[in-house]
Structures are given as C-alpha cells and as structure tokens.
C-alpha cells in the first residue's frame, strides 16, 4: 500500500489529509498530522469523501440522451461531436445570447475547471452565466468594491489575539466558517475562550452557551441584521467609540453613515430583531472598551433582503472603531497572490441594463434562471452545467423543471446523475478531487494561516472520467475554436504558475516535486491602508454613493417590519447541518446513520404546541411562492417564531442516486421567491432566509 499527501477540497481549509492507495484503488482518508498549517486536523465530511469517489452511482461515461428520451452510453468523441453540433447550430440561429452556463461551488475549489471553464464561456462569447454564489456570497464581493475599492478584500479575524469577536450568521459546529480560512475553526474558539476572549454568536438559533466553553449566542430575528449592525454602531458612536483619528488619515463619507445608522438605535430596533435594548448596548460598550476586537459574518447575513448594507457595516463596525489592521482586529490575508489590486473595480460602473431590470455584470441572479428560458424576447436555448445541481440550489423547481423541458441542448458535466442531469440531452463524467492533480487556491486572501499545495491525481481517473479542463477544451476543438489541446504539448498550469512566482516567489515544479505544503507570512498588520485600499483616493468610504437607494429600501423595509406584529409569526431559515454539504453527500450511507433519514422542519416547542402539534407532527408548510410536506422536530435552541429546515434535499428527482433516491427528504427552496423582488438589487443575491411561512398539521 503506498500513501500520498494531499488535501480535502470540500470547503475553504483546504485541510491536509493522506491519501492511502492499494493497487491503484483509493482505499482511506487520514488526517495529515505532519501537516504545518492543519496539524491532523480533518472533520468527518473530508474524510467520507473517500465513499464519494467509490460511488457505485458515480458517472463513469458519457451519457447521450435519445429522441425517445432513453440514455445510452458514448465515446467521448461521440459525445463532443453531438455537443459541438447543437452548440454551433444554435449560435448560428440565434446567436451567442442563447447559450448560458451555470457553474457550481464545487469549481471554486478546482484550480484547473474553474480557470479553464471561465476560458471555455469567454471563447463561446457567453454573456448570461448564473452562480451558486448569487445563492450564498454575492453580497460579500460588491459590499467590498464599494468600501475598499476591490471585491477581494475581506478582512478577517484575527483569532489567535482578539479579546472579542462577534460572528453573525455562522455555525462552526455544522461547516468550516466561510470567507474565513482556518482549521477546526471551533477548536481555535475554544483556546480563545480559554485565554479569556470573549466569543459571541448573533443568530436566530442558538449557536453556543457558556457550558460549552466556546461562547454564547444573542438570539436574533432573520433578516434584520442590517438593523442590528446600524444599533450597534450607533451605540457605539454615543459612547464615543469611533476612532476620528484614524477615519480622518484613511476615511470618507463619515456623515453618511452617521446620518444612516442615526434612524436606528437599540431602543428603535429592538422590537424588530428581538434583540432587547439593553443587550445592543451592553455589546456596544463592551465593543468600546476592547483594543483587540473583531468580527465576521456567513451565510445567514448574506442571504437576507439587505445582504450588502449587512456587510457595509461589517466593515464598518471594524473600521470606524479603530479594529481594522490591528492585533486581534480584523486583518486581510493574502496568501500565495496578492488579490487586491486583481479585485479592484469601481461599483457603480458594474451595472447595465437589461430586460430584467439594473443587474450587476457577472453572474446573474440564479432565481431568474427559468426566467432567461421561459420569458424572455431572446430566450437561452442551450444551458451548460458545470459542477452544479440548480433544480435543488435554486429557488422554483416546479418552473425551472418546465424551463429545463423547453431547452434544445442542456448539458452537465459532473460527477453524479444528478436531478439537473435527468434533463440532460448530453452528461459528462468529470473526475472528482482525488481523479486530478490541483492547487488550494480557494482562500487566497481569506486565510488566517496561508500555505499553499500542490496535489498530484491520488488515482488514476476511473472508466471514462475526464477533467472539466480537458472536456472544455475538447468541446472548443471539437468546434473549431481556440483550444489548449491544439498544442502539441498542452499546458493547463501557465496561469497558476506565472500567479505563483509573480506572487510569493515560489515555483510550481517545487511543489510538485516536494508534495509538502508551502507555509506563507500570516496576516499582519500595519499594511491594510498602503497595500489594500484600491479606491481612487485610497481612503475606505464609509457610506458609498451606490447605496443610496439600497439605504431608501432600508427604511421603508424598516418601517413595513415595524408596523407587522410578531405574534404568531413564523420565519423560516435555511441552516447548515453537520452530515451535508449542499447535495454533496446525499448519496453517502454513512451520513444517513443514527436516522438522519430526512430533513423535518425544527420548530421551537412553544410554536409547535400553539399550533397542537406534537413532535414528530406530519405539517404543511407554505409560503407565498410553494409548499411542501414534512414532519416537524422540536429543537429549543431555535427563537421562538423562527422555523429552519437544512438544505440539499429533495432527491426524489434523482433515481440514478440509489441511497439519495431512498432517502429523499424535502426541497426547502421550493418555499422561496423567484422572478422579480426574489433577489437583493446591489448583487443579485438570492433571498434565502426570513421567509413568511405558516405551518399546520395534515
């Protein structure tokens, strides 16, 4: 048995792992305990990643699918001719506006398919792409660009100092944080605590309490964290807690935000996000009195109506008070490429006009997808899938079914049959992280402790499985157009390697040849302001121009929660679980143990008995946009009036997923809006979380 070193691409740590082969057979995960950044930290998902390559229901060959609707297997040239064919003829017909693409999380882990595919789209002239990130980040990039001036600019916690740190949104107990890279980021909370850093947790669920000796949690309602954020710094402004030494050498725009955050104290807003008054100021007055202070944000502030002014004052809260840039404050990593100056863009110049309304360029919203197919005057006719499942991850699966049903060519490339995949005229079997050589680039500038490594391919691919680089470019070839693979001696490294010497002076053929992972300078201050500010005037604008009608819709969403009573009100929330990963794991046997069958809806137990229902309750639950049915599971750690389902489910659309198909569970993104209102304006961010609900027995 021979071993490998490499590591898990499943989330952001990209954490070190041994990869142990027997004839030529992937046989288990291990934590790397010599690793210098992970230390034989790995959580259980990396490790079960292993019963994900050795599927039995993985993809193995191209896939092409009949008149009759019958699939059957092909070569890949057959396959590529088909592609190809459908491709040229419906560009030809109606232009390069008929083609889109969705691209999946799993390609931000992918050096080469998330390079080499952003190439393939550029070639074909793509102009209407759509994202998983328009499902969970989105906000993150333009609230960046408009403050600093880059969209790659996100400062972190400084963990292993901070006195203080307040995380919104998060749960570390179910996944890895996000936009903030560190292994066993709980076990990093914990030695915090135990030093005597305070550790707080803003969510509707209670994340932590103090028995559990990493914090505690300040129960919020869903959505109104933008309302918390602007109490908080106004609060803190009372107690003359801004730092106007430091906003008058590196700030603009102060009285904007002044004047913003002047509508919404903790008295105004404590009605509206439950959080009593007196607990904004005694955070306020603790936040004041603490040098070392720091904070993050997830998921759960992004996917609210106001993700982008949630995360203004994020940065805000940070800035104005003195914590950016110093110990135990918020600092930005950089990793192997300094990422700054690549983000740079100014925010206002990033919208145009179109039959759906002002988006901004990039990825479009996900929850006008079926629109693009189903309404539009010059509708997408052929839709490239990349390393995603939008029937599940997107909002209306009822409508993007029937949009899927209208196209003349989808095609998927992936590594499971997948629900999308059941519409596929042509599915393509890619290999999965341990079928290929890679790079972690994922947390280049998010990383508390940067490293950077390289892995060769574990295994050699199984049956027919290709890269998503090399199916790319196989299909530009097969079309005649600029490809890779017309080189004699392709080579899919160039970018990444020129990125790596530009960047921290290391060589790629060293990474290759050592196996080891390259440590890199950890975030440290000092340099935030020279280095990491790329608007026009170097100074951080604290209320950019851009927000104004954001900051209008603020006060009018205000007003509207204002004037709703809470009382027997349900909000429903999205939430992170430890035994999923998006529709990742789904088919995996030894996720489903201990009865984690299904996904009911958990409900706190004082909603549940108001409404006679007992645990284990068969309910429907509705919204303004669908319905579903499921079972009901008391969870009391949930704030009375908030009702949360975990997503990633509802695989009875997927029958080549035997485990997944038998275990099916309930698609929560059926409750959710599409179409116009369903996406915050800024950033195409899909409304996730805070949904309207009513529940009642069957």
Excluded at 229 to 236: C, F, Q, R, V
Excluded at 542 to 559: D, H, Q
Aim: proline share 6%.
């Amino acid at each position: 048995m021979s071993e490998t070193r490499t590591f898990c691409r499943i989330c952001e740590p990209s954490c070190g792992l041994l990869a142990q082969v027997d004839g030529g057979v992937l046989v288990t995960l291990t934590p790397d305990r010599e690793h210098p950044v992970t230390k034989g930290f790995a959580c259980h998902k990396g490790l079960a990643a292993v019963d994900i390559h050795r599927d039995p229901d993985r993809l193995d060959v191209p896939l092409l699918r009949a008149p009759d609707g019958s699939l059957s297997e092909a070569t890949w040239d057959e396959a590529m001719a088909m592609v190809a064919a459908r491709l040229t003829a419906i560009t030809a017909a109606h232009g390069p506006s008929a083609v889109a693409a969705y691209v999946g999380n799993p390609t931000a882990f992918n050096a080469l398919g998330s390079l080499h595919v952003g190439t393939f789209l550029r070639t074909l002239g793509v102009r209407r792409t759509f994202s998983s990130g328009t499902q969970d980040c989105a906000n993150k990039f333009v609230a960046s660009e408009a403050v600093f001036g880059s969209s790659a600019v996100h400062p972190i916690p400084d963990l292993e100092h901070t006195d203080l740190c307040v995380i919104i949104g998060e749960n570390p107990r179910a996944s890895q944080a996000s936009f903030y890279s560190i292994p066993n980021v709980l076990g990093e909370l914990r030695r915090a605590t135990a030093r005597g850093a305070r550790i707080v947790f803003v969510n509707p669920r209670r994340i932590e309490t103090p028995d559990k000796g990493v914090g505690d949690t300040v129960q919020i309602r869903p959505d109104t964290d933008v309302w918390f954020l602007a109490a908080l710094l106004y609060e803190i402004d009372a107690l003359g807690g801004f730092d106007e030494g430091v906003i008058a050498r590196h700030g603009r725009n102060i009285e904007g935000l002044r004047s913003f955050i002047a509508d919404y104290s903790a008295d105004d807003v404590a009605g509206v996000t439950g959080i009593p008054a007196g607990t904004i100021r005694e955070l306020a007055a603790a936040w004041a009195a603490t040098p070392a202070a720091s904070v993050h944000a997830s998921t759960g502030l992004n996917m609210g109506r106001q993700g982008t002014l949630a995360y203004w004052l994020v940065h805000m809260l940070s800035f104005v008070t003195g914590k950016l840039d110093v110990d135990g404050g918020n600092l930005k990593s950089d990793g192997f490429y300094p990422n700054a100056k690549a983000g740079a863009g100014v925010m206002q110049d990033a919208y145009v006009d179109t039959e759906f309304g002002r988006l901004r360029r990039g990825a479009l919203p996900g929850t006008l997808m079926s629109n693009a197919i189903l309404d539009s005057d010059d509708p997408v006719r052929a839709m490239i899938v990349v390393a995603g499942n939008p029937l599940l991850s997107i909002a209306g699966q009822d409508r993007l079914r029937k949009a899927f049903e209208q196209l003349e060519l989808l095609v998927v490339i992936d590594i499971y049959p997948s629900a999308t995949s059941e519409f596929a005229h042509a599915i393509l079997p890619s290999t999965d992280m341990y079928e290929r050589d890679d790079l972690n680039i994922v947390n280049i500038g998010t990383s508390a402790r940067p490293f950077v490594q390289y892995t060769p391919a574990v295994v050699e691919p199984q049956a027919l499985r290709m890269p998503e680089w090399w199916i790319v470019h196989r299909l530009l070839q097969e079309m005649r157009l600029s490809s890779l693979l017309d080189d004699e001696d392709p080579d899919p490294w160039s970018k990444w390697r020129y990125m790596l010497q530009r960047g921290c002076g290391v060589e790629l053929a060293d990474l290759q040849a050592s196996g080891e992972a390259h440590v890199l300078p950890a975030p440290t201050p000092g340099t935030f302001f020279d280095r990491q500010v790329q608007t026009a005037d170097h100074r951080v604008d604290c209320c950019p121009a851009g927000f104004a009608e954001a900051i209008e819709r603020c006060r009018l969403f205000f007003n509207e929660a204002t004037a709703e009573s809470p009382a027997g009100r349900l909000r429903l929330i999205h939430r992170r679980d430890p035994w999923m990963h998006n529709s990742w794991f789904s088919n995996v046997e030894r996720m489903k143990r201990s009865g984690r069958t299904t996904n009911p809806l958990s409900i706190h137990p004082e909603d549940a008995r108001s409404r006679g229902l007992s645990d284990g309750a068969a309910v429907r639950v509705s919204s303004a946009h669908g319905e579903l049915e499921c079972r009901v599971a008391f969870d009391d750690d949930l704030m009375p009036g908030v009702v949360s389902m975990v997503h990633g489910w509802g695989h009875a659309a997927s029958p080549r997923m035997g485990i997944a198909a038998r275990n099916p569970g309930v698609n929560p993104n059926v409750l959710l809006p599409i179409g116009d209102g369903s996406f915050e304006p800024l950033s195409s961010q899909a409304h996730m979380t805070g949904i309207p609900v009513a529940v009642v027995a069957v």
